[in-house]
């Protein structure tokens, strides 16, 4: 069978968003496609933790599509989802499988943990739920499988199964590259929702995004600190010149953190940000980059 890219959506997005569907049937002209929510977002269970233990609900979808036959698998994920691909290839690449890097055991937050995110996050420790909403297939996406968090996933699997959710790939899309980033207007209207009670509130009605209370502990490794831990995995990072949540320094550092030999950096004119704002020609482009190195 041939490979399959996850697609891990941005903070507020869900597998039925419009973007994110739109993004999807792009990417499903290359290959097959596996979309899900992130926990706390559409109809999935649990709350989120903005982007710490997301990195269980990537990892559980990537195994599902090796599980349906799919051998090779790249993860593409936006904003909140870009820092938890980036993560998600630190503690799942080759050297964790073999206890060099930064995954202590399965399901552990090893270390200082690691985390990522498009803000401060709401910390560790959200249910895990039944599991995350997803789909699979060409262009859209078949169901996680029922009953079974992530996070059980990781406790049974062990080392085998954290080699089963290892990406082959990996694209981060308007990723930041640090916590607490509050130097743009939309950055401190995330904040507010993630750190208020009346943005909690606000997210889970208004955006159908349900966010844990409680604070990182630990703080989760940054998504900069994250990035030399992925190679040899060929990592492309891409971004917009006119991102309004995140300037430029965010993919440069990034980039500069990374292994060259196994990095690319897309500085893209006229882009703004995540899933939203990708057009039909980047998402092209990103798809043929990932399956060329497959």
Known sequence: MGPAIVVAHGFTGALERPALRRAAAVLGRHAAVVTFSFRGHGRSGGRSTVGDREVLDLAAAVRWARRLGHRRVVTVGFSMGGSVVLRHAA?????????????????????????????????????????????????????????????????????????????????????????????????????????????????????????????????????????????????????????PYFPLDHPRTLAEAADPSSTELWIEPGFGHAENAADAALLDRIAAWATARL
């Open 91 to 243: 503690l799942y690449g080759a050297d964790a499988d073999r206890g060099a890097g930064p995954g202590a055991g399965p399901g552990a937050e090893p270390g200082a943990g690691s985390g990522a995110g498009s803000g401060p996050g709401a910390g560790p420790g959200a249910e895990p739920g039944p599991g995350p909403e997803a789909e699979s297939g060409p262009g859209s996406g078949a169901a996680s499988e029922p009953g079974t968090g992530p996070g059980a996933l990781e406790a049974k699997g062990g080392a085998g199964a954290r080699e089963a959710a290892h990406a082959d790939a990996v694209v981060a899309v308007s990723a930041p590259a640090r916590w607490y980033y509050r130097g743009t207007a939309p950055m401190r209207r995330v904040h507010w929702a993630i750190t208020r009670p009346a943005g909690r509130l606000v997210s889970r009605y208004g955006l159908r995004t349900r966010i844990d209370s409680r604070g990182w502990d630990p703080e989760p490794l940054s998504p900069v600190a994250a990035a030399p831990l992925i190679a040899p995995t060929p990592l492309l990072i891409v971004h917009g010149d006119r991102d």
